[in-house]
């Protein structure tokens, strides 16, 4: 059974950074497409970045280009979110995602996804 768990959040000032992880335990699949979402409160849960874990292409929300980097350690089977210039606005719960199968849809549909961490809280002070 999949299970992925993050870590790495926590309260920061506003142009601070924090860095996510996301441990993924009993992945058995050749590949997969991994990705970052958030929700806050009142919120629909949206996409912020995805990476196809076999090629390592990478995608993002516009509000996140050039502040995040989504990227991978294959031999921990970690997934990475790097946050830099955080803003108020992007104080939400972070989710890590994935999916195994070989479709399922775009990266930024939460649906498609069948795997989720239990989230992990990013709050950021102006």
């Known amino acids: 059974q999949v299970q992925l768990v993050e870590s790495g959040g926590g309260s920061v000032q506003a142009g601070g950074s924090l860095r996510l992880s996301c441990a993924a335990f009993?992945?058995?699949?050749?590949?997969?497409?991994m990705g970052w979402f958030r929700q806050a409160p009142g919120k629909e849960r949206e996409g912020v970045a995805a990476?196809?874990?076999?090629?390592?292409?990478?995608y993002y929300a516009d509000s996140v280009k050039g502040r995040f980097t989504i990227s991978q350690d294959n031999a921990k089977n970690t997934l990475y979110l790097q946050m830099n210039s955080l803003k108020p606005e992007d104080t939400a719960m972070y989710y890590c995602?994935?999916?195994?199968?070989?479709?399922?849809?775009?990266?930024?549909?939460?649906?498609?996804?069948?795997?989720w961490g239990q989230g992990t809280q990013v709050t950021v002070s102006s």
């Open positions: 009993g992945v058995t699949y050749s590949s997969s497409v």
């Open positions: 990476i196809y874990t076999r090629n390592g292409r990478t």
């Open positions: 995602a994935a999916d195994f199968r070989p479709g399922g849809g775009a990266w930024s549909i939460p649906g498609r996804y069948n795997y």
